[in-house]
């Protein structure tokens, strides 16, 4: 295979023909599909601000809390693409069984453009790209309260995780080192948020609760590229 060494500008003006590329560089190779969102400005990761510990988890399982929330814009020009959520277990209370952590996937009510989210606090959020090009419509809030989900149609688990020790000596069932990273991208299907659907982490012990901290990242796509 010939590579030619590229001579042209980065973008054309308009109505210059220019070859066809795979990336906005004219390159016929391209890059890694998040490294170009990233240069492009599209991705972003929020996270508890600095100076905040840990989230609180719930003694019972409730679709109405939620420990942390990534929620797409209702307008609908944006489609929020998860790329990697990060959940570490920043305490245990040492129970023998029943904790757990779970992934959660969160449609719009009706398929309407309804938010989920009636309480939570803001998180810190940050551009990828280090000079902030863009601008995020996504939000992400934590120690989340929302109103009451249909679990058959708008509410389900696409991760779950076993997260009590057995013993003081023993780590945390599925998590190494405390930490676990889910790559949405490279396990099993891409998520696609629109029109206030989100995703969440819930942790939950019978005894007391689970205190972790998340972090989201994910990108975010102009829809009218994408969608008819």
Not at 35 to 63: A, F, H, M
Not at 157 to 163: L, S
Request: charged share 15%; hydrophobic share 40%.
């Amino acid at each position: 295979m010939v590579v030619k060494t590229r001579i042209l500008p980065a973008g054309a003006g308009a109505d210059v023909s220019v070859a066809p590329a795979a990336n906005l560089a004219r390159e016929l190779i391209s890059a890694d599909q998040v490294l170009q969102w990233t240069l492009e400005g599209r991705c972003y990761t929020g996270s508890l601000e600095p100076e905040t510990g840990g989230v609180s988890g719930q003694t019972t399982l409730s679709d109405e809390a939620h420990d942390y929330m990534l929620t797409s814009d209702r307008g609908g020009l944006k489609l929020v693409v998860p790329i990697t959520t990060t959940i570490s277990l920043y305490t245990d209370d040492g129970a023998t069984d029943k904790g757990a952590v779970s992934l959660n996937l969160i449609r719009p009510h009706n398929d309407t453009a309804t938010l989920r989210t009636i309480s939570g606090t803001a998180a810190h959020i940050i551009n990828n790209r280090s000079d902030a090009y863009g601008m995020q419509t996504a939000s992400m809030v934590y120690t989340v309260t929302s109103s009451a989900l249909l679990q058959a149609s708008e509410w389900c688990e696409i991760g779950y995780w076993h997260a009590r020790t057995e013993t003081i000596e023993a780590t945390e069932h599925g998590f190494s080192d405390h930490t676990i990273t889910v790559n949405h991208l490279k396990e099993g299907a891409p998520i696609i948020l629109q029109r206030g659907a989100s995703i969440s982490v819930t942790a939950h012990s019978a005894t007391a609760a689970i205190t972790t901290i998340v972090v989201f990242t994910w990108a975010e796509l102009d829809a009218s590229a994408y969608l008819p």
